[in-house]
């Protein structure tokens, strides 16, 4: 008799488990397919193949200095490349080894100092970096997410494009940035 109860004990336990633990399994599926179709996505790339886009995007459209190793720091798990006086591109890797050509990019970002004279140039840089990172922006929703993000910041909230990236801006006391995030399957 123990036996039996035993068995039936298991059976229903194992029918329970399965039971609930599906629901859950199909709504974290759908929860994600959900973001996927509201925020889209991007393959991933290595630092290096971002640090070579985004040189493209800058040598094709403007005569501003491309991000070079001979000016690059490798500081708190970052990347820094120095642009201008004051103006650095910073990539952030999924997880830093020290090597860009496989460190995954987690986000990328313009750093500006404020006692920067390169605001403008800075900007450039950044219309430049998120074009690197989603090539299929136009000039025009490139501009609508700079103001999005800026008027989002007081919130802690970044500016989607539904099309694998989001953009943020960070104000503090003795600089600024904008950052390009980045969203993975």
Not at 23 to 47: C, H, M, P, R, W
Not at 63 to 80: F, G, H, I, R
Not at 126 to 148: H, Q, S, V
């Amino acid at each position: 008799m123990k036996r039996v109860l035993t068995i039936l004990l298991c059976c229903l336990m194992a029918f329970g488990l399965s039971g609930c633990g599906k629901s859950k399994v199909e709504d974290a599926k759908k929860n994600l397919q959900e973001s996927y179709e509201k925020y889209g996505f991007i393959e991933k790339e290595t630092v290096d193949v971002l640090v070579a886009k985004f040189n493209t995007e800058v040598v094709d459209h403007s005569s501003l200095n491309v991000a070079s190793t001979d000016y690059l720091t490798k500081e708190n798990n970052q990347y820094w490349y120095g642009l201008l006086e004051g103006v650095s591109l910073v990539v952030v890797p999924e997880k830093y080894t020290g090597d860009q050509a496989t460190d995954i990019v987690d986000y990328m970002l313009i750093f500006v100092n404020k006692t920067s004279k390169y605001n403008d140039e800075a900007l450039t840089y950044t219309k430049k970096l998120i074009k690197a990172n989603c090539n299929k922006a136009t000039d025009t929703e490139i501009d609508t997410l700079l103001k999005e993000a800026k008027d989002k910041s007081s919130s802690g909230k970044t500016a989607y494009n539904g099309k694998g990236i989001s953009v943020g801006y960070l104000d503090k006391d003795d600089y600024y940035q904008y950052q390009v995030l980045r969203f993975y399957k």
